[in-house]
């Protein structure tokens, strides 16, 4: 029961028209859910986020009438070094300057379940009392067009120092989750676990409904992982990051980073690439939702639209672990 409601809980979030769940309007949101439980919230504004250097999510959101936020929620029901929880939160992508098509703009309102999934994983966490310490960090931001919004060619500095270039300004899941992920470590986390709609590749390489997981230095979880994903019937595969997309990543000519190489195959895996890279040594998987994050057509697991991809798979590895 409290896995399903977690569930609703995410899929109400991401159903909400992307008018009215602006990145503000969803921190308030999760902070009023875990008012009077035992996960804190924390929120950063706009001013906060730029004044200390967190500079991608930064980058993403300034183009939008409704600034970004950065929430962190914690639960402590151990004294370990916690478990790091990350969730794309891009209330709503254009595709900025290099825009979407008119085809591919709809349902970018659920451009923020990996954000919504990941409050539905802290909530059964809490509501089961698990005998765990997690920290997840959700960077909420709209991709939009404005006099004031990133473009290609523009160079931003990441949090942790690195400057970025932008090739692609419809690349933006991977930036702010590139500072989530520097953001978190400093809370010395045993493992980093993402989750995003990141890339249309993942979708052509595995078809709908299935999630690509990667691994960053995580092999000791990454089988525990796939088993909760068969046990928990969500249908999942691990797929590599080479060391040519490592090096892809610092192929820029003018910045540390490019966000984008434009004209090269193995785009999910280079997005991996980008977004564990801000990791370092600490074991990272990054899971890529894009083709399981929504459904087309109503099952016995739930209605057409959001899904909650990778709650039960997570609850169920966090539970045995």
Partial sequence: EILGDSINLARTYSQTPPNILTPDYFAQQIEQHFNGSKVEVTIKDEQAIREE???????????????????????????????????????????????????????MKYD????????AMVNAIAELQLPIHVVAVLPLAENMISHNAMKPDDVFTALSGETVEITNTDAEGRLVLGDAVTYVKQFKPELIMNFATLTGAVVAALGLGKTGIFSS???????????????SNEVSFELPI????KNDIQSSEVADLTNCILHKHGKALFAAAFVTHFSGDIPHLHFDIAGSSETEKASYLGPKGATGAMIPTVLHFLKNK
């Fill in 53 to 107: 250097g967190i500079g991608l999510l930064d980058a993403v959101g300034k183009g939008s009438i409704n600034p970004p936020r950065l929430v962190t929620l914690t639960y402590k029901g151990s004294n370990d070094n916690p478990l790091a929880l990350v969730g794309k939160g891009v209330t709503y992508d254009s595709g900025g300057y290099q825009i979407k098509s008119k085809t591919g703009m709809p349902t």
């Fill in 112 to 119: 923020m379940s990996g954000a919504s999934n990941v409050v």
């Fill in 217 to 231: 230095d995580a092999d000791r979880y990454i089988e525990d992982v796939k088993k909760a994903a068969k046990y």
């Fill in 242 to 245: 080479t060391d040519e997309e």
